[in-house]
Nanobody, 117 residues
Framework: QVQLVESGGGLVQPGGSLRLSCAAS????????MNWYRQAPGKQRELVAI???????NYDDSVKGRFTISRDNAKNTVYLQMNSLKPEDTAVYYC???????????WGKGTLVVVSS
């Protein structure tokens, strides 16, 4: 079965950096797009970044230029490098994938990022 495990969250000051990791199992990792979502208190879950199987990426405008999504297929791991962090980036960050053939959404348990002075 599919399992996604996030790590790397924590407390960081505004302007600081953090790198999140998501280790995947139960899928052929290289054949699946991987996504990062986040959910702030009192807000809807939102899509932050996508990395496709060809390495192309897409970002929400709120993080464009500050965050970078990448993948290491040899380690079955997707990363989110977060720079120039702002208090409004505070949220639980979730790893997501929709593998074939069902396209069912699979989620990790999330990792908390708090940006505060």
């Amino acid at each position: 079965q599919v399992q996604l495990v996030e790590s790397g969250g924590g407390l960081v000051q505004p302007g600081g950096s953090l790198r999140l990791s998501c280790a995947a199992s139960g899928i052929i990792f290289s054949k699946n797009a991987m996504n990062w979502y986040r959910q702030a208190p009192g807000k809807q879950r939102e899509l932050v970044a996508i990395i496709n199987t060809d390495g192309s990426t897409n970002y929400d405008d709120s993080v464009k230029g500050r965050f970078t999504i990448s993948r290491d297929n040899a380690k079955n791991t997707v990363y989110l490098q977060m720079n120039s962090l702002k208090p409004e980036d505070t949220a639980v960050y979730y790893c997501n994938t929709r593998p074939l053939p069902t396209r069912v959404n699979y989620w990790g348990k999330g990792t908390l990022v708090v940006v505060s002075s």
